[in-house]
């Protein structure tokens, strides 16, 4: 074991692309954790996705020794947070394994929302906060204004912040200097106490089953032992533990202020979830480390094969992206335009973009996605509560109590000029403003916003608004009722399940006609005239209609062209099996696909 | 067992063109010089050819295409004329028709082949407006055709010629001013072919860059509401979608085609069909490629490509493709006979009872069916509706 004033766990926390991965490898190689020959760059991010999109989903560890100048050996672990705000439950589980925090902040781009909603938990988390100025390799640096930005958009010291280039390794031993320092070592009640250890992380491993990370807070964690999940009931033996080096190395046991995995031939990682305390099952702690909850899906949307004969395919790999995703959920929908499919639950809008993604490209599945949505709390007149997650579901008005929808405060930094374009943007969504902050030739706004209106186009009109100048960061504000209705899109008289939608009143009508419209050039001209309308209950707040085909008719046909022209025609028969018959007129499939994409 | 039917005819095709039109996508090729009498050996060839296939039949129609066949010369067009007659007892008041193109119109040709049996000409003016017929790359002009066709009439005692319209920039109002003057030449066939864009020619492409500037569809529908108008009034109305006639002035040889009657094909990418009872027809393709086609005739007899099977659903949907161009469309007892028997069951029962309802379709008295004026104008989607 370690002694605990040996010990430094730092968590490492930034806004997008300003530097986190190549920093946490830069620590690793200076170490000696890998040799350059074993760097392939960003070690942390193991991942493809993680790679190419430069996003950390889960937290990684590495487990460094690091000589001091006075000649004693540290134990530094550092975690690479995931840097995105629909794991923010996450990022906050795993800042609690640390006592301290990197902020990382580009010296060529500034504080952005990110930036200050993690440098916010981190604080919220009782962290010691170290600022790190990096990029400043680039002419386009400006260490000064940085400093300055932090101090005022964070609110902590910065004066002394270190600047540092993790891409050319310049300035950054004195990072390490300052872990050791500037942070404070552990505090535990000894390794003698109750084993009480923080579930930081869970992976599943096809040979291993789940692997956990786990902070010990008091106790020892050892090969042999019962553990329980305090949370979930869960009790297992621990058959094997070790640390990550960030190769894994087996240990025989892990002490207080120690990061390390452990396996216990786990199968089902909804056991695991993170923030869970473990403890000994046969000397269990008196009690569980406080704040424990489960994260839940706050977004909802459909998933169907765009080949109706890979249902299967689909629902095996959803399964196996659920085995390494508790926080993902999935249940069988049945679409009439459609056909088989799932309802999937997701933390927020990347969570649901990277399991589509991985649907995609590692089960090779070409997947329709229907628009998302919320999960909505629904009371009925009796007085019953339940959660919707599918707006088809909503029964009758005059059964409804009373509907609630989630709510965010989000935090919008933005260039000066175009914080009207900003302001405009949220008063439009519902939103009320929190606070308004100016730093050094930007602004900072936090307002509270209804999610679903977040979920719908927010992300388009705020880069547009801004030009793709705006970061944009949120984390869940609660429950609120709202003046929220059903609105069904009908084709023909007809209306399209996966298309209805829970809409604010005031704003039905604006967004039933931007449906109508878009099915309309969707849809193609019918041998009937096709009319679509939004409504809500009985009443029709949005029309179009689709007239009628005029002309198709081959010009010519002659003796030659016989065989060749059936040939046009079966496949066009062939697509027949695609179609949705609305009383007199079928409609192709795809033809919903332009209203029920994500995005435009 | 054979079963004719409706007549039976022969396709001939003539492959070359002085030069290729950009909206054209027949079998049309432009070389330098083509040995003709290599070429009228290789068709007469074939054309004894087919006759060993297709034994017995009363020939009722004889059809030059292209191609542009007003470039053979009239000795060649006798001389397979003669083999036709030489292979099958040729009715005598066969329809014998040959397409011309305007450019090469000359009066001792038409009389060449007026001599040589063709008794109805089929010219490709597609324009009467100089522009227009620059644009469609057409190698004579306005009054060429006029020209031309002063020459027909005076040669051939039957003379249709072709329109193309829906063009580039063309407007309800001035397709109504072409097309009166077309009327005004008093022929007793029309042919007037919206302009179709068709895959592998230059117009296609130049349509996906958006480079044309073609009606929407309700210009196009406007101009063909106009046609039907105007060719109803003038005594031509149609007969099929695109073609219109005085009565008794109907091209038989088309006819024979939406009918689904039988016929052969002689001559490169010809195509051929004889149907056997039941429902069954046997579809023959010659060799597309001038020159392939030549060396496998001079090789062994014929220039045949593949021949196929189409029979069931298949069938059927040819049949009512072909049949419901047709204004009288096709009697119960042509369908019977050219689908074979319990041919009802397996087309969209609850489409046709929506496209009758509706007003598409019109079931006739005798079991057979009809498009109406309804239909017609958007057949591709009753087609689509109608068949299983
Ligand atoms: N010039 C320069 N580029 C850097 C520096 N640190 C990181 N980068 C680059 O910035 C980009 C984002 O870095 P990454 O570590 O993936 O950021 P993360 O998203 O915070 O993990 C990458 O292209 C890095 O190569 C630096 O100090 N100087
Ligand atoms: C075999 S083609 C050509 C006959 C002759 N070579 C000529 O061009 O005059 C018969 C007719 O089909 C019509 N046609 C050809 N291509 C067409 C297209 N893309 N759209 C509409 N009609 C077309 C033209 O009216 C043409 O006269
Ligand atoms: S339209 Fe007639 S002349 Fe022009 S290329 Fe086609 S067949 Fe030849």
């Known amino acids: ?600 | 067992m054979t079963d004719a039917g409706p007549g039976f005819g022969v396709y001939v095709h003539w492959p070359f063109c002085r030069s290729r039109c950009p909206y054209c996508d027949f079998n049309s090729h432009v070389r330098e010089a083509v040995d003709e009498a290599a070429w009228r050996g290789a068709l007469v060839r074939e054309t004894a050819h087919m006759a060993a296939v297709a034994p017995g039949r009363p020939v009722a129609s004889v059809y030059f295409g292209g191609g542009t066949p007003s470039l053979m010369a009239p000795a060649t067009v006798a001389a397979v004329l003669d083999a036709v007659a030489r292979g099958w007892t040729v009715a005598d008041d066969a329809e014998v028709t040959l397409e011309a193109n305007p450019s090469s119109a000359e009066a001792g040709r038409f009389a060449g082949y007026r001599a040589a049996g063709v008794n109805r000409l089929s010219l490709g003016v597609q324009a009467l407006d100089d522009g227009a017929l620059r644009a469609l790359g057409r190698r004579h002009d306005a009054a060429g055709a006029r020209a031309a066709l002063g020459l027909a009439r005076r040669a051939f005692p039957r003379v249709s010629f072709d329109l193309i319209y829906a063009r580039m920039g063309q407007t309800p109002a001035a397709w109504e001013r072409e097309l009166s003057e077309a009327l005004d030449f008093g022929t007793g066939h029309l042919s007037l072919y919206q302009l179709a864009i068709e895959p592998g020619t230059r117009f296609h492409v130049l349509a996906r860059r958006g480079a044309l500037d073609l009606p929407a569809e309700d210009g196009q529908a406007a101009m063909y509401e106009l046609t039907q108008a105007l060719t109803e009034a003038a005594g031509l109305p149609a007969y099929e979608v695109s073609s219109h006639a005085r009565p008794g002035f109907e091209s038989r040889h088309n006819l024979t085609y939406w009918r689904s009657g039988e016929w052969v094909g002689v001559g490169p990418g010809a195509h051929g069909r004889l149907n056997r009872a039941g429902g069954v027809s046997v579809q023959r393709r010659q060799e597309r490629a001038p020159e392939t086609w030549l060396a496998a005739v001079s090789r062994r007899g014929h220039g045949g490509a593949a021949a196929e099977t189409v029979a069931g659903g298949d069938r059927i949907a040819e049949v009512l493709m072909m049949g419901l161009r047709l204004k009288d469309g096709l009697g119960g007892a042509d369908l019977a006979r050219a689908c074979g028997p319990g041919w009802e069951a397996r087309i969209d029962a609850a489409g046709l009872d929506v496209l009758a309802a509706e007003g598409f379709l019109e079931r006739l008295g005798d079991g057979g069916l009809r498009a109406t004026a309804r239909g017609w104008p958007v057949l591709n989607a009753v087609l689509a509706r109608l068949l299983a």
């Open chain 1, 1 to 600: 074991m370690t002694a605990l004033d040996r010990i430094r766990n730092v968590a490492i926390v930034a806004h997008i692309d300003h530097g986190k991965s190549t920093l946490a490898d830069r620590l690793i190689e200076l170490c000696g954790g890998l040799d350059r020959r074993e760097m392939r760059g960003q070690v942390l991010d193991a991942m493809d996705i993680e790679r190419e999109r430069g996003i950390t989903i889960k937290a990684q560890t590495a487990r460094l020794d690091y000589v001091a100048e006075d000649g004693r050996t540290y134990l530094v672990n550092v975690i690479d947070t995931p840097g995105h705000v629909d794991f923010t439950y996450e990022v906050s589980r795993s800042l609690r394994a640390c006592e301290g925090a990197l902020l990382i902040v580009d010296a060529t781009q500034g504080v952005e929302a990110q930036t200050v909603a993690n440098a916010w938990l981190a604080v919220e988390a009782d962290l010691e906060i170290l600022p790190v100025i990096n990029k400043i390799d680039l002419a386009a640096a400006d260490a000064g204004k940085t400093r300055a930005d932090i101090e005022e958009a964070v609110g902590i010291a910065a004066s002394d912040a270190i600047g540092v280039s993790a891409k050319t390794g310049e300035n950054m031993p004195a990072v390490l200097r300052a872990i050791v320092a500037g942070l404070p070592p552990p505090r535990s009640a000894g390794g003698d106490a109750p084993l009480k250890a923080l579930l930081v992380d869970s992976r599943y491993d096809p040979y291993l089953g789940v692997v956990i990370l786990a902070r010990v807070i008091d106790g020892r964690l050892r090969k042999g032992q019962r553990v329980r999940m305090m949370g979930t009931g869960a009790a297992r033996e621990i058959d094997r533990v070790g640390v990550m080096t960030p190769k894994p190395a087996p240990v025989d046991a892990l002490g207080p202020g120690e990061i390390g995995f452990f396996t216990a031939a786990i199968k089902d990682i909804a056991e695991c979830r993170v923030g869970d305390t473990i403890t000994d099952d046969r000397a269990p702690a008196a009690e569980a480390l406080p704040g424990f909850e489960p994260s839940v899906p706050v977004v909802f949307c459909g998933l169907y094969p765009a080949d109706a004969a890979d249902y299967n395919d689909l629902r095996d790999s959803l399964g196996k992206l659920r085995l390494n995703d508790a926080s993902f959920h999935f249940e069988p929908e049945t679409s009439a335009a459609l056909g088989l499919g799932f309802r999937c639950g997701f933390l927020g809008l990347l969570h649901l973009e990277i399991v589509q993604e991985r649907l995609e490209r590692e089960f090779g599945l070409d997947l329709i996605a229907t628009a998302p949505g919320v999960v909505y709390r629904v009371t009925r007149g009796d007085g019953e509560t339940f959660e919707l997650h599918n707006p088809a579901d909503l029964p009758d008005p005059v059964l409804i109590g009373q509907v609630e929808e989630p709510w965010i405060r989000a935090t919008i930094v933005a260039p000066d000029g175009r914080l009207g374009a900003v302001l405009r943007l949220c008063t439009d969504k519902r939103g009320e403003q929190v606070q308004l902050t100016y730093v050094g030739g930007r602004a900072m706004a936090v307002y509270r916003l209804p999610l679903a209106e977040v979920v719908f186009d927010f992300h388009d009109r705020l880069k547009s608004a801004t030009r793709g100048y705006a970061s944009f960061d949120y984390r869940l504000d609660g429950y609120r009722a709202g003046d929220l209705v059903r609105m069904d899109i009908l084709v023909n008289g007809e209306a399209v399940d996966g298309l209805s939608a829970i809409v604010e009143r005031s704003l039905a009508e604006g967004r039933g006609r931007a449906v109508c419209e878009k099915l309309k050039d969707a849809i193609p001209r019918q041998l009937f005239k096709v009319p679509i309308q939004a409504a809500i209950g009985g009443r029709i707040v949005a029309r179009e209609t689709i007239p009628a085909l005029r002309k198709d008719v081959l010009a010519k046909c002659y003796g030659g062209d016989v065989s060749r022209k059936r040939k046009l025609l079966d496949r066009q028969k062939r697509g027949k099996k695609r179609m949705r018959r609305f009383g007199n007129v079928e409609i192709p499939q795809d033809a919903f696909l332009a209203a029920l994409k994500l995005g435009d």
